[in-house]
Nanobody, 127 residues
């Protein structure tokens, strides 16, 4: 079974940037969705960005489109989320995730059934 190790969270003022990284190890499949979810206190976990193995077909939630960029370096096995122009409402715990092999995007974003999660990293945006 694979392992996901995140880094890069922190505190930033509104309008600033942060870069989250996730080392993805133990996966040899080329048919996985991987991505980033976030969960704020009192809210459900939501998928904000996803990418297919190899760095193709990126997906973004409307709330982050144009501000966040997801990328996957398959050689280095690193999944990255570049977050620019951060807003107060982006504050949350962010989770790296890898979907089960063959899991469709819609089901991956819904709750990543059968997939794996990182430990989470906190992002706090202040005014």
């Amino acid at each position: 079974q694979g392992q996901l190790v995140e880094s890069g969270g922190g505190s930033v003022q509104a309008g600033g940037s942060l870069r989250l990284s996730c080392v993805v190890s133990g996966y040899d499949s080329n048919r996985n969705w991987m991505g980033w979810f976030r969960q704020a206190p009192g809210s459900e976990r939501e998928g904000v960005a996803a990418i297919y193995t190899g760095g193709i077909m990126p997906y973004y939630a409307d709330s982050v489109k144009g501000r966040f960029t997801i990328s996957h370096d398959s050689a280095k096995r690193i999944l990255t989320l570049q977050m620019d122009n951060l807003k107060l409402e982006d504050s949350a715990t962010y989770y790296c995730a890898v979907g089960a092999r063959g899991l469709p995007l819609a089901r991956f974003l819904q709750r990543n059934e059968g997939g794996q999660w990182g430990q989470g990293t906190q992002v706090t945006v202040s005014s």
